[in-house]
């Protein structure tokens, strides 16, 4: 469960700036400050694996579905029907040929989601840091896997934002370290400890037309929108069953 706190506004902060740990390389991408472009190096199809599919998954992870369900695009680097899928749909909605190759042109638009620092095109690191240290440290997971875990989901609310028609979305609170989420009243298992969650706010749109959308961005965790936020997360990434508070199904 989320929490109605709010943090204080960070879009402001300085971009990598922010101690993560060590540097740790996920799929090609260097987390120690800087970051480059991800390299790839062949055109993926659909029965292609390695970590290169992996790398793709990430990334086209909240196209999981057309319409709401408990669908969602596996981390495996196994790129079979459903990652092709979910491809076709990314294409779509960037105006791509929608054939589900992952040739030069899609791996461009790829890539201009993700900002030098590793982050992506519309969030920023130091939105979903721990509010009171401004780290990624004092979670249920690493530093590290919490920064890959938060990288993970600002993929998918790219999505999302895409699917809202590119309306902005602010994060009021991201990962949460143990003792903050204590203080505030946060579940004591919450998703915010391991960096799969979102409290979001999207000014001009209804948290219940966030919601739906959601649901079609692989988001496994949706709390009633009837709340001053609109509350996601990735819990089923962690092997927990699905959990959609207004959901149909």
């Known amino acids: 469960m989320s929490s109605s706190f709010r943090p204080l506004d960070r879009r402001a902060m300085l971009r990598g700036t922010l101690a993560a740990g060590a540097g740790i390389t996920f799929g090609g991408l260097l987390f120690s400050g800087t970051a480059q472009a991800y390299s790839w190096s062949r055109t993926l199809k659909q029965g292609d694996?390695?970590?290169d599919v992996t790398e793709l998954q990430i990334r086209i992870a909240g196209?999981?579905?057309d319409s709401a369900g408990h669908s969602r695009v596996g981390i495996d680097g196994d790129f079979g029907p459903g990652t092709a899928a979910a491809v076709r749909r990314f294409q779509t909605a960037y105006g791509l040929t929608a054939d589900a190759s992952v040739g030069p042109n899609t791996?461009?638009?790829l890539n201009a989601l993700e900002q030098s620092d590793g982050s992506t095109l519309h969030f920023n690191w130091s939105e979903f840091v721990n509010q009171t240290d401004g780290t990624f440290n004092g979670g249920k997971l690493s530093a590290s896997q919490v920064k890959e875990n938060v990288r993970r989901c600002m993929y998918k609310l790219e999505?999302?934002?895409k699917k809202l028609g590119d309306k902005p979305i602010t994060v009021n609170s991201g990962f949460r370290s143990i003792a903050h989420n204590a203080d505030i009243g946060g579940a004591t298992d919450s998703m915010h400890l391991y960096g799969?969650?979102?409290d979001l706010d999207v000014p001009g749109v209804a948290n219940k037309t966030v919601y739906q959308k959601a649901e079609t961005?692989?988001?496994s965790g949706l709390e009633t929108?009837?709340?001053d936020h609109q509350h996601v997360d990735s819990r089923a990434d962690l092997g927990r069953?699905?959990?959609w508070e207004d959901g149909t199904i």
């Open 159 to 161: 999505a999302l934002r």
């Open 107 to 109: 791996q461009a638009k």
């Open 196 to 198: 799969t969650a979102a």
């Open 49 to 51: 694996n390695g970590a």
């Open 63 to 65: 196209w999981a579905a």
């Open 217 to 219: 961005c692989g988001f």
């Open 225 to 227: 929108y009837n709340t």
């Open 241 to 243: 069953d699905w959990w």
